[in-house]
Nanobody, 126 residues
Framework: QVQLVESGGGLVQTGDSLRLSCVAAGRILDSYIMGWFRQPPGQERECVAALRWSGDWTYYADSVKGRFTISRDSAKNIVYLQMNSVKPEDTSVYYC???????????????????WGQGTQVTVSS
């Protein structure tokens, strides 16, 4: 089972940039999908960005397209979420998650991800 630890959250102002990191302990196969999720208060958890470890598929929620970028460092088993031009509505706890499957399925559904980090808080002030 892959264990995940997020870092990089904090308090920023509208328009600022922030980079979240997720360190994965354990073997990551090319078929695995790593994702960043958030769950604002009173709302369902949503995927903001995801990628297949092989590098041949990425996903972005419409709300973050053009502002957020997901990337990985395969040598260090780290997934990043670069957040640019942040907005107050980006305020949330951000979670890193992994779908550990040998099957190449493109998915950003939270229920398809089995291992989750503890989350890191991002607060954007207006």
């Amino acid at each position: 089972q892959v264990q995940l630890v997020e870092s990089g959250g904090g308090l920023v102002q509208t328009g600022d940039s922030l980079r979240l990191s997720c360190v994965a302990a354990g073997r990551i196969l090319d078929s695995y999908i790593m994702g960043w999720f958030r769950q604002p208060p009173g709302q369902e958890r949503e995927c903001v960005a995801a990628l297949r470890w092989s590098g041949d598929w990425t996903y972005y929620a419409d709300s973050v397209k053009g502002r957020f970028t997901i990337s990985r460092d395969s040598a260090k088993n780290i997934v990043y979420l670069q957040m640019n031009s942040v907005k107050p509505e980006d305020t949330s706890v951000y979670y890193c998650a992994v779908r550990q499957s040998l099957y190449y399925k493109n998915t950003a559904e939270p229920s398809d991800f089995g291992s989750w980090g503890q989350g890191t808080q991002v607060t954007v002030s207006s």
